[in-house]
């Protein structure tokens, strides 16, 4: 059975940081590009930070400078480095693990940013 289970949302100052985590089971992990997105409330899914399986990354203009995304393949987690939030920054971020037409997401965490 395929799980993402993310972990590491909650609410921050603006400012903050936070440290967003994926664990994946199920998958080979280290052959899946991996990713993760935010939904914010009224607004589509979008894409903040991917990582393929070389290592090779992309963020989303609005978090480049801010926002790190790595991988651990020996311990099958991806994460996502969250700094100098913004209340624009708040949304449920997904993790999302991709190999060609085989798409999985997690559950989801929230992450919200207010004074």
């Known amino acids: 059975q395929v799980q993402l289970v993310e972990s590491g949302g909650g609410l921050v100052q603006p400012g903050g940081s936070l440290r967003l985590s994926c664990a994946g089971s199920?998958?080979?992990?280290?052959?899946?590009?991996m990713g993760w997105y935010r939904q914010a409330p009224g607004k589509q899914r979008e894409l903040v930070a991917g990582i393929s399986r070389t290592s090779i990354t992309t963020y989303a203009d609005s978090v480049k400078g801010r926002f790190t995304i790595s991988r651990d393949n020996r311990k099958n987690t991806v994460s996502l480095q969250m700094n100098s939030l913004k209340p624009e920054d708040t949304a449920v971020y997904y993790c999302n693990a991709n190999f060609g037409l085989d798409n999985r997401w997690g559950q989801g965490t929230q992450v919200t940013v207010s004074s």
């Open positions: 199920g998958i080979i992990f280290s052959s899946y590009a």
